[in-house]
């Protein structure tokens, strides 16, 4: 049997970032690595640095990229540019002393395509006796934590402050009310548009069982706990999550009856209910599905949706 890979976040500050590249470099090359300045001062396109017997002299910009959630607030997860790689990597060519490597380490997903781009640049580097660039992404630290456990460990107490089994479920349920945060439970039926109410039930019903909430724009993973409802340790919660996963599952169900057999109609900017009892019950199973979850953030001593 494989084993399980957990999923992390990346952290929401720059500090704890930087902290996390230099851990996993001491990790990798088995050397001390070193800051380089303190926040503010320039610092050459290199954060951290250290010198290896094998690879010589090896620099590292830390770079936090942020995407907009629904709310235009900052997520780390966003992209890098063409135009970007190629700006920070001749920022690095005044550091002293001389690097051998280079490296642009992001929250970013990979991304094969910005990878060419970067392999590229570094041939044209190299061919002029500069640095070798390399690119670390979030999907390469999400590897180096389930590599290395006391790195796990650091990252679980020091960013995500999980010390527990009581933290962990906490740390589920907040993900969880991340992904009620939709207009689909709040406003009145009639302003939603049928594509994005059974998204946003598709996208809180997966959140609810796999503790994974996505960016509705973008696609992509914005928060991740380790696994949904069913991993929580406390009963009670994870009873009334269960309750709260079949009224999901119902309210799905009695969307797609009613669109097929005419009860409900999309037009244009709204949702037309021709059965008026369909219509209650919809709004019924809205406001039960926020009151299971409300019960459990209260008892869990967390703020209700």
């Not at 660039?133 to 650091?154: G, P, R, V």
Request: glycine share 6%; with cysteine.
């Amino acid at each position: 049997m494989g084993q399980i890979s957990l999923f992390f976040q990346p952290p929401l500050h720059w500090q704890q970032f930087e902290d996390l590249t230099r851990s996993v470099f001491e990790k990798i090359h088995v050397v001390q690595a070193n800051k380089n300045g303190r926040s503010g001062q320039a610092q050459q396109g290199v954060d951290i640095y250290g010198s290896t017997k094998q690879f010589g002299n090896i620099g590292i910009q830390c770079k936090r990229v942020d995407e907009l959630d629904a709310n235009n607030q900052p997520i780390p997860g966003g992209s890098v540019t063409r135009t970007f790689l190629r700006a920070e990597a001749e920022k690095a060519l005044a550091f002293s002393p001389a690097l051998d490597i280079w490296i642009l380490a992001t929250t970013a997903k990979r991304d094969g395509s910005i990878q060419q781009v970067a392999r590229k640049l570094s041939e044209e580097y190299q061919r002029k006796q500069k640095f070798e660039i390399q690119l670390w992404s979030w999907d390469d630290y999400i590897t180096w934590l389930n590599t290395y456990t006391d790195l796990q460990k650091w990252y679980y107490e020091k960013v995500i402050h999980i010390y527990s089994d009581l933290d962990q479920d906490r740390f589920t349920l907040e993900t969880i009310a991340m992904a009620f945060h939709r207009p689909a439970f709040t406003d009145p039926l009639a302003h939603e548009h049928v594509d994005d109410f059974l998204q946003a039930l598709k996208d809180t019903q997966s959140a609810l069982r796999t503790g994974e909430l996505v960016n509705r724009d973008t696609r992509h993973v914005i928060r991740k706990s380790v696994g949904g409802w069913r991993l929580l340790k406390e009963p009670h919660w994870k009873n009334r999550l269960n309750d709260l996963d079949r009224e999901l599952q119902e309210l799905r169900k009695q969307l797609m009856a009613g669109l097929n057999d005419g009860r409900l109609q999309q037009h244009r900017h709204y949702l037309q209910v021709n059965d008026a009892a369909l219509g209650q019950d919809l709004d019924r199973r809205r406001r039960l599905c926020l009151g299971y979850l409300n019960d459990v953030l209260v008892n869990a001593e967390l703020s209700p949706v």
